[in-house]
């Protein structure tokens, strides 16, 4: 059995000794009687290498495959070893929250290059340090914008992971949910709709990029606040919502050298215009000086926080994803902008050419609009099919949405030979 | 020390992807960026920022960790061999759940062992922290009120002394916050309870042990007089780590429980997250758990959806890759170990407070597995305050307990040593307390410009918060 | 001449404008104040009831009005240097038409109320 302790059957004596007592369950004298007697089973433990045996036997039962083109909000992506290598250092695994930032200006830097990253490509002016996952992140930041008079109006192209965690948020506050039919694939915001707030992504569930520009125009003219939720990733091309003139960009950086682990740990980000500032929800790293004037980073403007406001606070997050933000610093430090680039031209450039091929194989484009790495295609009552064909080669086809159309995902992990091996089974099952 | 962006050089590079095998795709340009500025370094150079990041940072394995309320136990290494395992780490979330048997095994057993430990019926593991599992907990409080027709349970009831996340994620959950008189031992005032609890309230949202370390000796009555008035009783499992494998909140009268598994079941904390907070609950709560569950057929798990659920939490299954740590860690332990896992926190936690406890402790009982104290004799007396003597101990090589916190004592020190803490780090931090208290009488000025040691010294707080500078 | 509330705010009549602040001892318990939510000129503001907020490092102080009226104007120097409001005499906002609330204290009444 495992046990991690440090204490000796000698030095237990002696500490029981100290505090006059005899037995250990002495200590527990302040549990009432009935409690006490109560006996339920307890199992015995393991050896460190009979756990990993157990454990390692559970993974294997899971399928592995040579090649994956699914997508729909978890990504697979190459993860450079030194982004594993530095993350896994214990003072970054194991410390606590930076609440005492004299023994956490490492973890507290790194906070703030993060946040500096993420502003920088979102165009934003603040970020915080972190949150669950885009679907917490996009909810998050509907609650902050809305108010209580008015919907908050979104689209059926976003996530439907996200769109339900929407529900589930703005529910629980009495603020309504509108959910507007985005008809061709693409969102169009109609006039009158007296929004408080609009959530849009680009690219969007079906990997379309849709005019973020138009979209908050036409909202921001109504009066509503604009809430963009973007892969990361594709803002290593494209315009930033900040420069589209949105309020806030939430998403999740998954991308930025997180597995895909079974769908957690990634990595919720928010990032807004300043005026933002004291109304955000969860953590915030800041820049100061210490008491010789050097340079100093700190948890700032901590009041919004549930450990002081209590009821009155921004939010009840308290734990966020902190370590998958450090793992996106150090991932976007290694990549630096070209790499970036590169990595999100491969994708789009993969997406693109599968796409066309698949097309000349007879799986149609289902929508019209320009994509980043994710696109869909429609091959009527043949969608489980071709997955199933592909499964049986060990490769992980697009997503079925339905009977007839699929969802492909591309990355850099796809090389040509796997792409035009998946066209080939594609062609065979139709 | 330079940031990472100040240690920029243009043009160079770290790691490069792999070439492009099919034709380049380009954008039309009015989609396109016109800049990116990212650090611009070689691999040896990130590996070096890094390197010099994590030296700066206090991590368990870095010496005593005594931080209460936060259950800072040492976190087995070899479990980040298993949830690195390419079988976990490669799955994919929305693969068929035929090709991810392992991962739903380890959510049905993980559940399971879960539902043992705290004796509850139904379990859900999609929260990501603690303060996500308290939300989740109170949405489906409302849900189930409400599907007994009973709209006007709109409040509940929190301790003064509670943790901030109780109030914040009750006024998420739509709900009214009531707070609760505490007695001067940190338990529940019952005369405030029986006044407070009636057709309006919901549930109770109590700590056990309690934020003083002590466990609440009426829990039962506490139940009697909740369960009376109609509501619920929740338990915040923040302090299970006293008590897993002893006592169960299910058998202490509680309806629902969120576990920490990043503080009770050795998941790291990470600097901050990701955590994972799951929700059990009693068979008459598990149809208002969140979409999807995990049901066990003939043919194996798959996924399902309830008519009754509050819907869904977050995206996918919550945090996989750190729940598999703490289903490791059971596996490990066994319920014999995690008994004495317990035991041994509680006798840790008794023996410090014992050596140290002539300094102006809180409450004259045996604690459970963390204890305050109150600095605010000595503030009095000679004008250091606990954040000195916190910063002191920084200076000795000892991570700071929680500080200001809980609130209803002035001045306070809580200290969690938890369970895998050696005598020897226990007896040095009795030693550290005394020298410091000695100091603050002889030479209160070296406390309050500490810590001396330390990469820099106390920064300005103030200055941060009024000019926020948050990007660089 | 101030009067003062027991939740430690001031007002002071002149001109026929009633203009709050807080009291020196309320601030040296809020410890150094880094941000002020000054209320909106033109919001009404209810003797008793909470009208604006004052933020430290750690704490949020909610500042009850001692006085039921609209706020006529808001002390613009406190957006950029907040430490100010803690600064003996220094007003936070005034408001036209006022109502006093009852059982006000003079200032002598209130430092006895303090020991």
Same mark, same amino acid.
């Given at each position: 059995m495992a046990d991690y302790l440090s204490i000796t059957d000698a030095e237990r004596a002696e500490m029981m000794k100290l505090l006059g007592?005899?037995?250990?369950?002495e200590l527990y004298s302040d549990l009432p009687r009935e409690l006490r007697r109560k006996k339920f089973a307890l199992s015995d433990g393991r050896s460190q290498q009979e756990t990993y045996a157990a454990l390692a036997e559970l993974a294997a039962k899971n399928a592995t495959y040579r090649s994956i083109f699914r997508g729909a909000g978890s990504y697979h992506h190459y993860i450079p070893s030194a982004v594993k290598s530095i993350v896994s250092r214990e003072e970054f695994l194991t410390?606590?929250?930076?609440?005492?930032p004299e023994i956490s200006q490492g973890l507290l830097q790194a906070t703030f290059e993060f946040q500096t990253m993420m502003c920088e490509l979102t165009g934003m002016d603040v970020a915080t340090?972190?949150?669950?996952?885009g679907a917490t992140a996009a909810a998050e930041a509907c609650v902050m914008c809305a108010d209580r008079s008015r919907p908050v109006v979104t689209f059926d192209n976003i996530d439907p992971d996200t769109l339900e965690t929407l529900g589930t948020y703005l529910k629980a506050r009495g603020i309504e949910l509108k959910v507007l039919h985005a008809g061709d694939g693409s969102a169009q915001y109609p006039s009158?709709?007296?929004?408080g707030a609009v959530y849009f992504e680009s690219p969007n569930y079906y990997g379309i990029l849709e005019d973020v520009n138009g979209l908050t125009s036409a909202a921001k003219a109504e009066g509503a606040k604009v809430i963009v939720g973007c892969n990361p990733l594709s803002l290593a091309l494209f315009k930033s919502p900040g420069e589209c003139g949105a309020d806030v960009a939430v998403g999740d950086?998954?991308?930025?050298?997180?597995?895909m682990s079974f769908g957690g740990p990634y990595l919720g980000y928010m990032a807004a215009r300043k005026e933002f500032i004291r109304k955000l929800p969860g953590r915030i790293v800041g820049e100061t000086t210490d008491a010789d004037g050097r340079r100093a980073f700190v948890l700032t403007?901590?009041?919004?926080e549930q450990h002081i406001r209590?009821?009155?606070?921004?939010?009840?997050?308290?734990?966020?994803q902190a370590h998958c933000a450090l793992t996106a610093a150090v991932y976007l430090s290694l990549t630096g902008p070209q790499g970036l680039k590169e990595v999100a031209t491969k994708c789009a450039s993969n997406a693109h050419y599968l796409a066309r091929e698949l097309s000349h194989a007879?799986?149609?484009?289902?929508?019209e609009g320009e994509f980043f790495h994710e696109f869909v295609t429609v091959t009527p009552g043949k969608a489980s099919k071709i997955t199933a064909a592909l499964e049986r080669k060990d490769i992980l086809g697009g997503l079925p949405l339905d009977k007839h159309r699929i969802l492909w995902c591309c990355t850099e992990m796809n090389g040509k030979a796997d792409m035009d091996e998946v066209v080939k089974t594609v062609k065979e099952a139709l | 020390m330079k940031t990472v962006f100040e240690k920029s050089v243009k043009g160079r590079r770290g790691v490069q992807p792999s070439a492009l095998d099919v034709e380049r795709y380009d954008y039309e340009?009015?989609?396109?960026?016109e800049e990116l500025v990212l650090p611009e370094l070689s691999e040896p150079e990130v590996a070096a920022h890094y390197t010099a990041l994590s030296k700066r940072t206090f991590g368990v394995d870095d010496g005593f960790y005594p931080l209460g309320s936060c259950t800072m136990k040492y976190n087995p290494k070899l479990h980040e061999e298993i949830a690195a395992l390419p079988g976990f780490a490669n799955?994919?979330?929305?693969?068929r759940a035929d090709k991810v048997q392992g991962c739903l095994a380890v959510i049905d057993t993980l559940s399971a062992y879960l539902a043992g430990i705290t004796g509850m019926d139904g379990v859900t593991?999609?929260?990501?922290?603690g303060a996500h599992g308290e939300y989740t907990a109170l949405l489906m409080v409302r849900a189930y009120h409400r599907s007994r027709g009973?709209?006007?349970?709109?409040k509940v009831l929190i301790p003064d002394?509670?943790?901030?996340?109780n109030p914040a994620s009750a006024v998420m959950a739509g709900f009214e916050v009531v707070t609760l008189r505490s007695a001067p031992?940190?338990?529940?005032d019952l005369d405030d309870l029986k006044a407070k609890?009636?057709?309006?309230?919901?549930a109770l949202m109590l700590t056990n042990p309690s934020?003083?370390?002590?466990?609440?000796?009426?829990v039962l009555e506490i139940a009697g007089i909740v369960h009376g008035a109609g509501a619920l009783m929740y338990y915040?499992?923040?302090?299970l780590n006293a008590i897993m494998g002893v006592v169960r909140p299910g058998d202490m009268g509680f309806d629902l429980v969120h576990l920490n598994l990043h503080k009770t079941f050795s998941a790291p904390h990470g600097g901050g997250g990701p955590g994972s907070g799951p929700v059990c609950c009693k068979a008459e709560l598990?149809?208002?758990?969140?979409?999807p569950q995990i049901v066990r057929t003939e043919k194996g798990f798959r996924f399902g959806r309830g008519d009754w659920s509050v819907g869904r939490?977050?995206?996918?299954?919550?945090n996989f890759g750190v729940y598999v740590k703490a289903l490791a860690y059971i596996v490990a332990l066994g319920g014999k170990g995690l008994r004495e896992a317990a035991e041994t926190a509680v006798l840790n936690a008794n023996y410090l407070r014992e050596k140290i406890?002539?300094?102006?402790?809180?409450?004259d009982r045996r604690c459970m597995h963390e204890f305050v104290l109150s600095m605010r004799r000595l503030r009095d007396e000679t004008g250091v305050t606990a954040a000195d003597v916190a910063k002191g101990l920084i200076d000795r090589g000892i991570h700071p307990p929680t500080?200001?916190?809980?609130?209803?004592?002035?001045d306070a020190l809580m200290f969690e040593p938890t369970e895998t803490a050696s005598k020897e780090m226990l007896d040095a931090a009795a030693d550290a307390l005394k020298e410091i208290i000695a100091l603050a009488y002889s030479d209160p000025d070296a406390l309050r410009s500490a810590?001396?040691?330390?990469?820099?010294?106390?920064?300005?707080e103030a200055a941060a918060a009024r000019n926020p500078v948050v990007k660089g | 001449m101030k009067q003062y509330t027991g939740t430690h705010e001031w007002v002071e009549l002149r001109d026929g404008a009633a203009y709050v602040g807080i009291s020196a001892h309320a601030a040296h318990e809020l410890? !150094?104040? #880094?941000y002020v939510d000054l209320p909106e000129p033109g919001a009404a503001v209810t003797a008793g009831e909470p009208c604006c907020e004052l933020e430290s490092v750690k704490a949020v102080a909610e500042v009850n009005s001692p006085v039921s009226g609209v706020?006529?104007?808001?002390?613009?120097?406190l957006a950029d240097s907040?430490?100010?409001?803690?600064? !003996?005499? #220094?007003?936070?906002y005034s408001v036209s038409s006022p109502v006093l609330m009852d059982g006000l204290m003079s200032e002598a009444e209130y430092k006895a109320s303090l020991e």
């Open positions: 007592i005899t037995k250990i369950s410390s606590y929250t930076p609440y005492q340090a972190s949150h669950y996952s009158g709709t007296g929004a950086a998954q991308p930025f050298g997180m597995p403007l901590q009041t919004r209590r009821e009155k606070a921004t939010s009840n997050i308290c734990s966020n007879g799986a149609k484009l289902f929508y | 340009s009015y989609r396109l960026r799955a994919h979330p929305l693969a593991l999609q929260p990501c922290a009973d709209e006007k349970r709109t002394s509670a943790h901030g996340t031992d940190g338990s529940v609890a009636g057709e309006d309230t919901a934020t003083l370390g002590l466990f609440e000796k009426n915040d499992g923040a302090n598990t149809p208002f758990l969140p979409d939490v977050s995206a996918f299954y919550g406890s002539y300094f102006y402790p809180v409450g500080m200001y916190f809980p609130l209803i004592v002035e810590p001396h040691t330390t990469p820099v010294r106390r920064p300005d | 410890g !150094e104040i #880094v706020v006529d104007a808001v002390n613009e120097e907040p430490e100010k409001a803690g600064e !003996e005499g #220094v007003w936070i």
